[in-house]
């Protein structure tokens, strides 16, 4: 989506930034775990493919996306922007164009467990609930995926169907529920020269 292309969401203890093509690389490392492509329910992709997706993520309107960085300083070059990568957050807007279904990626084994999940849940419900018309989110989490079903109950969402043919769980949490989660909007400058 166009709309985050040119911003950068500084939180507490992370940063969220728009997938760019310096990102693919270390993303397609991550995703060559079958046992995190399983958690993600992702399929497996090719170097070509990973880049085809990341210039979709960008330029499609149904979908929302920011790479998650370790830190809440601004980024000043493109290594030091891959070398603090540890995740993904996305939003995907595929059935009801004012639902968001969510879902996010702590990809780097280190940094989970430190609270950066909630953290870049709650930053991107918030800049979605403030730049965007949304009534609500929702996540399909896969029934053995026990962290995540356990992480989404905490955070608020509650359960609304379970399916026994695609052993997933969903979960919703209407935007009057949500909690805040202060930020600052910047303006992100790409390293990438066009």
Known sequence: MLINKDVIIVGTNVCLVPYMPYHVEKYHC????????????SEPLNLQEEYDMQKSWQTDNDKLTFIVLEGCSVPQSEEEEVS?????????FMFEPDVGEINLMVADEHSRRKGFGKEMLLLMMNYAKNNLKISKFSAKISDNNIPSLNFFSKIGFKITSSSEVFHETTFELPIENLVLQNYSQLEYKSFTIN
């Open 84 to 92: 603090r990568m540890i995740g993904d957050v996305n939003l995907f």
């Open 30 to 41: 991550w995703m060559q775990c079958p046992k995190l492509r399983d958690l993600t329910a």
